[in-house]
Antibody, heavy 125, light 107 residues
Framework: EVQLLESGGGLVQPGGSLRLSCAASGFTFSNNAMSWVRRAAGKGLAWVAS????????PYADSVKGRFTISRDNSKNTVYLQMNSLRDEDTAVYYC??????????????????WGQGTTVTVSS | DIQLTQSPSFLSASVGDRVTITCRASQGISSYLLWYQQKPGKAPKLLIYAASTLQSGVPSRFSGSGSGTEFSLTISSLQPEDLATYYCQQVNSYPLTFGGGTKVVIK
């Protein structure tokens, strides 16, 4: 069974940093691209970033470009989201998701087929 | 960026009703569209990919259709457990974008 477990959320002051982790199991992790998606309270889902299997493609949403960095360690089956210069508007539940529906391995032209339960990030003074 | 417009944003229907949610893309995305269900306090769950392919394990009362810029998700007979917010997502090009969501409540 594919499982994704996020950790690292918490309360941080504006301008601060936080690193989220997502531990994966139940599939060949290095084959699949991974994504982070967030949902702020009272708002809808918003894609944050993706990373392909060998880490050479890492697109970002404009709202986080230059502040957030997605990375992965295939030896640990883990994907990360380093968040710097955090703002109030980054407050949200952050989900990691496995890309590759229908046997695919990418996010683009495929989609997100399994999601973690989410970790909450609160940016507040 | 490709914008997705979902309608309605809120829907109230009775058990057994046929329910349809639409998603309109600001430019053509072929069939690169997915539908997700998010129940309160839970993670999103994939229902439909490639516009009309039912994800394994999803009840057959859910169906998707469309291509290009107009898409729809239909629940043929609404059940109490279908209380949720539904989102469309395009995966044609980055940035991957979601529709604003449709909250479905049971009358």
């Amino acid at each position: 069974e594919v499982q994704l477990l996020e950790s690292g959320g918490g309360l941080v002051q504006p301008g601060g940093s936080l690193r989220l982790s997502c531990a994966a199991s139940g599939f060949t992790f290095s084959n699949n691209a991974m994504s982070w998606v967030r949902r702020a309270a009272g708002k809808g889902l918003a894609w944050v970033a993706s990373i392909n299997g060998n880490s050479d493609t890492t697109p970002y949403a404009d709202s986080v470009k230059g502040r957030f960095t997605i990375s992965r360690d295939n030896s640990k089956n883990t994907v990360y989201l380093q968040m710097n210069s955090l703002r109030d508007e980054d407050t949200a539940v952050y989900y990691c998701a496995k890309c590759g529906v229908g046997g695919g391995t990418s996010c683009q032209h495929s989609g997100l087929d399994v999601w973690g339960q989410g970790t909450t990030v609160t940016v507040s003074s | 960026d490709i914008q997705l417009t979902q309608s309605p944003s809120f829907l109230s229907a009775s058990v057994g009703d046929r329910v349809t949610i639409t998603c309109r893309a600001s430019q053509g995305i072929s069939s690169y569209l997915l539908w997700y269900q998010q129940k309160p306090g839970k993670a999103p769950k994939l229902l439909i990919y490639a516009a009309s392919t039912l994800q394994s394990g999803v009840p057959s009362r859910f169906s998707g259709s469309g291509s290009g810029t107009e898409f729809s998700l239909t629940i043929s007979s609404l059940q109490p457990e279908d209380l949720a917010t539904y989102y469309c997502q395009q995966v044609n090009s980055y940035p991957l974008t979601f529709g604003g969501g449709t909250k479905v409540v049971i009358k």
